[in-house]
């Protein structure tokens, strides 16, 4: 019912910017909350940013005041800016989206985009 599409992902090297962005498309009623997440080798998944459809957001302790979530409800998009880069970001990251759909809550997740930061 939802797919979600990343881009901007790449190698950056310590203290750079990267800025992901991610489409949601398909059948569904609309867009609620939408978030980051990234899994490192060896690790478990784990919530970067969060944000509601009316724009509350929240953050993992590790990137709070480096990373900022953002969307657009119109286009139905969630970005994710990061700041001041650190090697221990490294991590595959995955965006994830609740889509309202006809029988109920659908959540998605989207194929995922390395980014890798060199120290």
């Known amino acids: 019912q939802v797919q979600l599409v990343e881009s901007g992902g790449g190698l950056v090297q310590s203290g750079g910017s990267l800025r992901l962005s991610c489409t949601a498309s398909?059948?569904?009623?609309?867009?609620?909350?939408m978030g980051w997440y990234r899994q490192a080798p060896g690790k478990q998944r784990e919530l970067v940013a969060a944000?509601?459809?009316?724009?509350?957001?929240k953050y993992a302790n590790s990137v709070e005041g480096r990373f900022t979530i953002s969307r657009d409800n119109a286009k139905n998009t969630v970005a994710l800016q990061m700041n001041s880069l650190k090697p221990e970001d490294t991590a595959v990251y995955y965006c994830?989206?609740?889509?309202?759909?006809?029988?109920?809550?659908?959540?998605?997740w989207g194929q995922g985009t390395q980014v890798t930061v060199s120290s």
């Open positions: 398909g059948n569904f009623i609309r867009i609620n909350a």
């Open positions: 944000i509601s459809r009316g724009g509350s957001t």
């Open positions: 994830n989206a609740g889509a309202q759909i006809s029988i109920g809550e659908y959540s998605g």
